[in-house]
């Protein structure tokens, strides 16, 4: 088993409206951001597991979106995994 | 007519809802998350509140909860549920009703006052009531704006599992009195067989005068009035 660290981002798919994007992009506005046409506000979760191998990896981490990370009737999800060793952004985990 | 009313960790309407359905006398209990035991002729409630801190999104943590497969369970067998505010998100995440509850369209938390117009008589939780006769009863939420595609909203319509619209007090589904941005005003929906129904606005914060109304007993009255048993969903009528 080797670690590996997925990225995971799940958005609301496009046709959803966004209450809180267009919250943002008002606010860039306000701040003076003319250029500003669109803002989408989603999440990035970072899960550290360990897999036999890379593509073990996303199969489990896109059953983990399907099931709990991500909710199908709103929200699509992209999948990263990357070489846990090289990886600084995932948290230690718990000892 | 008993009633058991679920408690997760960050429930809070728990005892609201045993307080309300006392007052239509139907008897109830609090069932603890991690009990499984159901009783056929019971009516299961899943009250609001935050539960497990609506971590992740509103509802996803609690699905997994044991009690959770027993209500399920029931659901299947023909046996009454209903989710209120973050039951009714609980019960949207378990897929035991079409849809999803987003964030309100003014990004704000609403507690106010909304009317109802009751929407359907193929369910015991609505056949009672006149469609004529708006409802009124409290919002309390952040997260209320219900969401399906367009094919899953057609299709409530044309099976008339849309149990409740937000509306005015002369009964119009206006824009104005849609409090959080739920697509066609919806405020409640009921699944296909008609026993399990999901609502943001709480009936049990409107079960007397001192609180400014009893509108909401009227649902619990529609189920009281509608034969016993497992079986009072749509499909036994």
Same mark, same amino acid.
């Given at each position: 088993?080797?670690?590996?660290?997925?990225?995971?981002?799940?958005?609301?798919?496009?046709?959803?409206?966004?209450?809180?994007?267009?919250?943002?992009?008002?606010? $860039?506005?306000?701040?003076?951001? @003319?250029?500003?046409? *669109?803002?989408? /506000?989603?999440?990035?979760? =970072? !899960?550290?597991?360990?897999?036999?191998?890379?593509?073990?990896?996303?199969? $489990?981490?896109?059953?983990?979106? @399907?099931?709990?990370? *991500?909710?199908? /009737?709103?929200?699509?999800? =992209? !999948?990263?995994?990357?070489?846990?060793?090289?990886?600084?952004?995932?948290?230690?985990?718990?000892? | 007519?008993?009633?058991?009313?679920?408690?997760?960790?960050?429930?809070?309407?728990?005892?609201?809802?045993?307080?309300?359905?006392?007052?239509?006398?139907?008897?109830?209990?609090?069932?603890?998350?991690?009990?499984?035991?159901?009783?056929?002729?019971?009516?299961?409630?899943?009250?609001?509140?935050?539960?497990?801190?609506?971590?992740?999104?509103?509802?996803?943590?609690?699905?997994?909860?044991?009690?959770?497969?027993?209500?399920?369970?029931?659901?299947?067998?023909?046996?009454?549920?209903?989710?209120?505010?973050?039951?009714?998100?609980?019960?949207?995440?378990?897929?035991?009703?079409?849809?999803?509850?987003?964030?309100?369209?003014?990004?704000?938390?609403?507690?106010?006052?909304?009317?109802?117009?009751?929407?359907?008589?193929?369910?015991?939780?609505?056949?009672?009531?006149?469609?004529?006769?708006?409802?009124?009863?409290?919002?309390?939420?952040?997260?209320?704006?219900?969401?399906?595609?367009?094919?899953?909203?057609?299709?409530?319509?044309?099976?008339?599992?849309?149990?409740?619209?937000?509306?005015?007090?002369?009964?119009?589904?206006?824009?104005?009195?849609?409090?959080?941005?739920?697509?066609?005003?919806?405020?409640?929906?009921?699944?296909?067989?008609?026993?399990?129904?999901?609502?943001?606005?709480?009936?049990?914060?409107?079960?007397?005068?001192?609180?400014?109304?009893?509108?909401?007993?009227?649902?619990?009255?529609?189920?009281?009035?509608?034969?016993?048993?497992?079986?009072?969903?749509?499909?036994?009528?």
């Amino acid at each position: 088993m080797s670690p590996y660290v997925a990225h995971v981002t799940v958005m609301l798919k496009p046709l959803v409206n966004d209450p809180a994007g267009l919250a943002v992009r008002d606010g $860039l506005s306000a701040l003076g951001f @003319d250029g500003v046409e *669109a803002v989408r /506000v989603g999440k990035r979760l =970072v !899960v550290t597991l360990s897999a036999p191998d890379a593509e073990e990896a996303a199969r $489990l981490v896109n059953a983990m979106c @399907d099931q709990l990370l *991500a909710n199908p /009737v709103i929200e699509d999800f =992209v !999948v990263e995994i990357v070489d846990g060793a090289s990886d600084t952004t995932a948290a230690a985990p718990p000892s | 007519m008993r009633a058991a009313v679920v408690v997760f960790p960050g429930t809070w309407s728990d005892r609201d809802c045993v307080h309300a359905l006392g007052t239509v006398g139907i008897e109830s209990r609090r069932l603890w998350h991690r009990e499984t035991r159901i009783e056929p002729d019971e009516l299961v409630v899943l009250p609001g509140g935050f539960s497990y801190g609506d971590y992740l999104r509103c509802g996803a943590i609690a699905r997994f909860s044991p009690v959770m497969a027993a209500v399920r369970r029931h659901a299947d067998a023909g046996g009454l549920v209903i989710g209120i505010c973050n039951g009714f998100q609980v019960l949207c995440e378990a897929g035991m009703l079409p849809g999803a509850l987003m964030c309100n369209d003014s990004l704000l938390f609403r507690c106010q006052e909304v009317h109802l117009r009751p929407g359907s008589a193929r369910s015991s939780f609505t056949r009672e009531l006149d469609p004529e006769r708006p409802l009124r009863m409290p919002i309390s939420h952040g997260e209320g704006n219900y969401y399906a595609d367009r094919s899953t909203l057609d299709r409530l319509e044309a099976e008339e599992r849309i149990a409740f619209r937000y509306v005015d007090a002369g009964g119009r589904a206006t824009r104005e009195a849609n409090p959080n941005g739920s697509l066609r005003n919806i405020a409640g929906v009921l699944n296909e067989a008609g026993n399990v129904l999901g609502m943001m606005p709480h009936p049990e914060r409107a079960c007397e005068a001192l609180l400014g109304g009893d509108d909401g007993n009227a649902i619990w009255r529609s189920l009281l009035a509608a034969p016993t048993g497992r079986a009072t969903g749509a499909a036994v009528s």
